[in-house]
């Protein structure tokens, strides 16, 4: 009995994070850009689509789930219910699964811990705005207006990268170059 309420548990805490903010930002913080949050979706579609059908997913779950995780799109109904009665809702519909093996490879696929490597892969470019407070100025990244976060950090392709910061009444601060995978890339601004 233990064991299923802490399985229940854990699935309502995985499914509240992600419906919040998980799929904005990694495990260690950092924000998380359009086309990273793309290929992480992707990967989750496709680990979930692997083991569908042993699950006991009928094809048209397996559509509905996948393309919500391509999409960030799926959200847990009533993280309260009972572990393997979970409503999962889809742009397209919702899926009720019926064990908890269901419950458990939705979660896995919602969840970052199968994809930790996956981080590995991409650059981080760290923004340092000085002064930093007041928290007014604005991060745009390879075109995509980014928030200003705690951690300054952002998640990005390798390859070549463009980062511009503005405040207002300042002149603005940019930067272009090259990023590679698994590293940490600093660009300070004073403005």
């Known amino acids: 009995m233990r064991l299923l309420c802490a399985g ?6 995985c499914a509240a994070a992600f419906a919040q903010s998980a799929k904005d930002f990694t495990p260690a913080g950092a924000f998380i850009t359009a086309p990273v949050a793309k290929e992480l979706g992707q990967a989750r579609a496709s680990e979930f689509t692997k083991a569908a059908s042993s699950a006991g997913f009928t094809s048209k779950e397996t559509r509905l789930i996948a393309r919500a ?3 960030a799109t ?5 993280p309260s219910a009972i572990a ?7 742009p397209q519909g919702s899926v009720t699964v019926s064990t908890i093996e269901q419950a458990g490879l939705i979660r896995r696929a919602m969840g970052y811990l199968p994809y930790s490597d996956f981080f590995e892969h991409y650059a ?10 007041p928290r007014d100025y604005k991060v745009v990244i390879n075109g995509q207006a980014c ?11 390798p390859g070549k990268a463009r980062v511009a910061v503005t405040r207002s ?3 603005p601060c940019a930067w272009a170059g090259t990023v590679s995978g698994a590293k940490e890339h600093a660009v300070e601004c004073r403005l």
């Open 74 to 78: 799926i959200a847990l109904v009533d």
């Open 8 to 13: 229940a548990f854990l699935l309502c805490l």
């Open 147 to 157: 928030p200003t976060t705690d951690k300054a950090t952002y998640l990005v392709p």
């Open 124 to 133: 981080t470019i760290r923004v340092t705005v000085s002064p930093a407070a």
């Open 169 to 171: 009444g300042k002149p």
């Open 69 to 71: 995780l391509r999409e």
């Open 84 to 90: 393997w009665r979970q409503t999962f809702k889809t």
